[in-house]
């Protein structure tokens, strides 16, 4: 059984920092292509990142050069850095794996 855990989520001022983890069982991440999703109140979920077997990462317009995305394999974990966070980055941020697999979703609340 595949399960996605996303977890490092919380209330930020704008201008500060967080990491995100998703952590998986049943499933290697190293083989898949993983993304972050988020969802902000009353919005649709939007691509934020993802990352592919070969490392290779794209990221949406709104967080280039914010955040980074990036996986520790031993760990089976991907990791979502967002550095200068902003208000409008508040939204439940949910980790993708295979397109079809998905996690519960972490808090982001970033305060103006």
């Known amino acids: 059984q595949v399960q996605l855990v996303e977890s490092g989520g919380g209330l930020v001022q704008a201008g500060g920092s967080l990491r995100l983890s998703c952590v998986a069982s049943?499933?290697?991440?190293?083989?898949?292509?993983v993304a972050w999703y988020r969802q902000a109140p009353g919005k649709q979920r939007e691509f934020v990142a993802h990352?592919?077997?070969?490392?290779?990462?794209n990221y949406a317009d709104a967080v280039k050069g914010r955040f980074t995305i990036s996986r520790d394999n031993a760990k089976n974990t991907v990791y979502l850095q967002m550095n200068s966070l902003k208000p409008e980055d508040t939204a439940v941020y949910y980790c993708?794996?295979?397109?079809?697999?998905w996690g519960k979703g972490t808090l982001v609340t970033v305060s103006a």
């Open positions: 049943g499933i290697s991440l190293s083989n898949s292509q």
């Open positions: 993708n794996c295979r397109v079809f697999y």
């Open positions: 990352i592919i077997t070969d490392g290779s990462t």
